[in-house]
T-cell receptor, first 112, second 115 residues
Framework: GQQLNQSPQSMFIQEGEDVSMNCTSSSIFNTWLWYKQDPGEGPVLLIALYKAGELTSNGRLTAQFGITRKDSFLNISASIPSDVGIYFCAGPPSGGSYIPTFGRGTSLIVHP | GAVVSQHPSRVICKSGTSVKIECRSLDFQATTMFWYRQFPKQSLMLMATSNEGSKATYEQGVEKDKFLINHASLTLSTLTVTSAHPEDSSFYIC???????????FGEGSRLTVL
């Protein structure tokens, strides 16, 4: 089946530091979605990317759709304690299916 | 963004009973909804795709008679865990795709504990 490799698996950083995580796929994606999940809650959509090369920001978050359409990264600048959570990349692979594949998640811990 | 509501958020039941979880799209119509299961510190595992007015499509290894899915309207899908056992205890999450954008919006999740 479709595989999404998300890294790193976890990150422990100091408040104020920048964070970068990425996802790579073995095949082409039409859309890249980045989500954040807090404990005991459903994932919340942060950024959606639709075109190769697209760079989109949402506050301190920036994500890019890779040129090859097989990868995407998410950056968080000047991290704060409330950034703690699990970040997932996801997307429907090309081929007409809307069924998304999810990365394994990146667990972010921010120390005050 | 679009709003998806899931109910109940927490449920505790005895082994052998059935539990129904509802997933509603509040401000859009969803012809397709997805049901996921999530174990602690793991990613979301797709269980089934719920199609309005037709049978759900189950992923390999998911028992359709165990996890009954009904998508009777464009705003409501239900997941019924039948004859629940402790190993069915998990976090169940639904999502819906909004209007052909490819963007998925998730419910708040339902924590099922089977005693």
């Amino acid at each position: 089946g479709q595989q999404l490799n998300q890294s790193p698996q976890s990150m422990f950083i100091q408040e104020g530091e920048d964070v970068s995580m990425n996802c790579t796929s073995s095949s082409i994606f039409n859309t890249w979605l980045w989500y954040k999940q807090d404990p005991g809650e459903g994932p919340v959509l942060l950024i959606a990317l639709y075109k190769a090369g697209e760079l989109t920001s949402n506050g301190r978050l920036t994500a890019q759709f890779g040129i090859t359409r097989k990868d995407s990264f998410l950056n968080i600048s000047a991290s704060i304690p409330s950034d703690v959570g699990i970040y997932f990349c996801a997307g429907p692979p090309s081929g007409g299916s809307y069924i998304p594949t999810f990365g394994r998640g990146t667990s972010l811990i921010v120390h005050p | 963004g679009a709003v998806v509501s899931q109910h109940p958020s927490r449920v505790i039941c005895k082994s052998g009973t059935s539990v129904k979880i509802e997933c509603r799209s509040l401000d859009f119509q969803a012809t397709t909804m997805f049901w996921y299961r999530q174990f602690p510190k793991q990613s979301l595992m797709l269980m089934a795709t719920s199609n309005e007015g037709s049978k759900a499509t189950y992923e390999q290894g998911v028992e359709k008679d165990k996890f009954l899915i009904n998508h009777a309207s464009l705003t409501l899908s239900t997941l019924t865990v039948t004859s629940a056992h402790p190993e069915d205890s998990s976090f169940y999450i639904c999502s819906a795709e909004n209007g052909g954008t490819g963007e998925l919006f998730f419910g708040e999740g339902s924590r099922l504990t089977v005693l």
